[in-house]
């Protein structure tokens, strides 16, 4: 079974609107960590946001939120105000603590394209 | 700020050679990994190392080997470079939170 599914493929927004990027996972570990990583088409991956499983609060970083919903195991990334230089890929990660070595897992990506 | 360098940003190999894609990391960081990234799959754990001269199979280790000879260096090795090997290849060092990635690898065998 896929342990971090993101639903969406691809999708647009309009420039300075508001866009939600779906991602689902799967853990029987009570303690986990929850990563988005963004991928412009440079290729390089860069860490935006994290969300421990016993944080009370989502996280927030400048315009990206993360919707944490753990009853219905989701962390959508929300980005408010977009900008056509948040076009790029998006991986959401997981991290099981009891996982050797502290690796993540990997959703399949989104690929978001803003328009002007 | 942390850096982790790869050897090539760009690679072109035959069928059957053998491929070595180098990784440096400048954070005295334990944890490396190798992940492999294809359209439509995501990133995949390819190998992990925690230590030097310590390394673990991830997901898909099949066709690839890893050393660790120095702390801030991890290796990914294609013993015999097959065409189903053609992919991005990144490499990255755990820090306290979050991995720090390199800029990839494109390898294309022909």
């Known amino acids: 079974a896929q342990k971090i599914t993101q639903t969406q493929p691809g999708m647009f927004v309009q420039e300075k609107e508001a866009v939600t990027l779906d991602c689902t996972y799967d853990t029987s570990d009570p303690s986990y960590g929850l990563f988005w990583y963004k991928q412009p088409s440079s290729g390089e991956m860069i860490f935006l946001i994290y969300?421990?499983?016993?944080?009370?609060q989502n996280a927030t970083e400048g315009r990206y939120s993360l919707n944490f919903q753990k009853a219905r195991k989701s962390a959508n990334l929300v980005i408010s105000a977009s900008q056509l230089g948040d076009s790029a890929m998006y991986f959401c990660?997981?991290?099981?603590?009891?996982?050797?070595?502290?690796?993540?897992?990997f959703g399949g990506g989104t690929r978001l394209m803003v328009k002007p | 700020d942390v850096k982790v360098t790869q050897s090539s940003r760009y690679l072109v190999k035959r069928t059957g050679e053998k491929v070595f894609l180098e990784c440096v990391q400048d954070m005295d960081h334990e944890n490396m990994f190798w992940y492999r990234q294809d359209p439509g799959l995501g990133l995949r754990l390819i190998y992990f190392s925690y230590d030097v001269k310590m390394k673990e199979k991830g997901d898909i280790p099949e066709g690839y080997s890893v050393s660790r000879e120095k702390k801030e260096r991890f290796s990914l090795i294609l013993e015999s470079a097959s065409t189903n090997q053609t992919s991005m290849y990144l490499c990255?060092?755990?820090?306290?939170?979050?991995?720090?990635f390199g800029p990839g690898t494109r390898l294309t065998v022909t």
């Open positions: 990255a060092s755990r820090g306290q939170l979050e991995q720090y």
């Open positions: 990660a997981m991290r099981e603590v009891y996982n050797a070595g502290n690796m993540l897992t």
């Open positions: 969300q421990g499983s016993y944080d009370q």
